[in-house]
């Protein structure tokens, strides 16, 4: 499944969103680069480094409850070699939230030691938010917000038309996050990115998705694939799994047949809700 088949991004989208990106990028100190938890590498952009031009940046592993923890951690050690600190964090719930705030405001430092050598009154460290489609970005914004934060308007020298959230005495983050869009040339990081919906089902074949996922599932993880849907082998081909699942939970459609295409959404809604278990599906290293 190649990703620009199934992702609607086009070269005029990816000039707009970075220019806007840079626009932001001009007003704040510090980025916090948002990935899911579960496909750290997939979920990245790949000219990021080239569109923050040497912005201090802190790496956020969303969604770290669906993730494999000892994966986690050792993404974590992966960003830290190279130099870029990292936090797991859960964007709903607001587990290690306070923790990336931490780490922002440190990684932040050098710049407001900058600012004062110069002569300049403190203030509060600037931050925004930059991340694929589909990670949480809004959703980190809001918990941010509900944490004792203010929102505020325009700024004397800052551009016009921005809303900052006060997290604390001294930072402030962008109100609107900067989009950026998936790699788009493996075909693997399409199916990790349709998988784990980082990609609008509307835009993909949920069946052949589930087929792979089977496949993968049954590779890699077979005992919990039979534990979720009590089966007591697993047959050799994906399709048939996946008929046996729709059996088993009487998906049928009049006839008796399996409804195959239904069977297929329960487990793409199952696995991306962490039903089957916890899984990182980009390795370190690989």
């Known amino acids: 499944m190649e990703l620009d088949t199934v992702i609607q991004w086009f070269p005029g989208h990816m000039v707009k969103a970075k220019k806007m990106v840079r626009e932001n990028l001009k007003v704040v100190d510090i980025v916090i680069e948002l990935v899911d938890a579960r496909i750290p590498s997939s979920s990245r952009n790949p000219d990021l480094q080239e569109i923050i031009q040497g912005k201090p940046r802190v790496v956020a592993l969303n969604k770290a409850d669906l993730a494999d923890q000892n ?23 607001g587990q290690g939230v306070e923790k990336l705030v931490a780490l922002t405001k440190k990684a932040g430092e050098p710049v407001m030691q900058k600012l004062a050598a110069k002569g300049r009154k403190p203030r509060p460290i600037r931050a925004m938010i930059l991340g694929i489609p589909n990670v ?29 959230i006060r997290v604390g005495r ?37 069946e052949q998705v589930v087929l792979k996922l089977l496949k993968y599932l049954k ?3 077979p005992e919990k694939l039979k534990a979720r849907y009590k089966l007591d082998s697993l047959s050799e081909k994906p399709v048939e799994i996946l008929a ?3 059996a088993r939970r ?19 809604a199952e696995f991306r809700a962490g039903k089957l278990g916890r899984f990182t599906l980009d390795l370190p290293g690989s």
């Open 250 to 268: 009487g998906l049928l459609i009049p006839g008796g047949q399996v409804d195959m295409e239904k069977a297929a959404r329960v487990i793409l």
């Open 244 to 246: 046996d699942i729709g």
């Open 71 to 93: 994966l986690t951690e050792r993404w974590t050690q992966v960003f830290a070699r190279d130099g870029c600190n990292a936090v797991a964090i859960n964007s709903t719930t």
């Open 170 to 206: 001294d930072m402030e983050l962008l109100d609107t996050p900067g989009i950026l869009w998936p790699k788009f040339d493996d075909p693997e990081v399409g199916f990790k990115l349709a998988v784990t919906g980082a990609i609008k089902e509307e835009v993909i074949n949920v």
């Open 136 to 164: 949480g970005k809004s959703s980190l914004i809001n918990k941010l917000a509900g944490k004792g934060a203010t929102r505020t308007g325009d700024r004397p020298g800052v551009t016009r038309g921005k809303q900052w």
């Open 219 to 221: 590779d890699m993880h």
